[in-house]
């Protein structure tokens, strides 16, 4: 089922709230780029911190969330996500 703008704009701010929480544990989290398919929501994202930049990729597909990246970002990440999602 395609999503609506609606479900694509809380996923993006759900993203830029975790971001914005994690930012002193993890680094500053910038969104590269989306991509909104039929059946899934694809987020480019950049992890910059004092050990360089990392890259990441957030999969969304209306009911699972996946992080690609360093498991010590993608894991906090992936939580804070569901948790602002789970609020709406």
Avoid at 13 to 30: C, H, N, S, T
Avoid at 58 to 64: A, F, P
């Amino acid at each position: 089922m395609p999503f609506t703008r609606k479900e694509v704009e809380e996923y993006l701010e759900a993203l830029e709230r975790a971001g914005r929480d994690l930012r002193g544990k993890i680094g500053y989290i910038r969104i590269e780029r989306t991509l909104v398919k039929v059946n899934k929501i694809i987020t480019y994202c950049t992890l910059e911190n004092s050990e360089g930049k990392k890259r990441l990729m957030v999969k969304y597909d209306g009911e699972k969330l996946w992080v690609e990246g360093p498991r010590w970002a993608s894991l906090p990440l992936k939580n804070r996500i569901l948790y602002y999602l789970s609020k709406r």
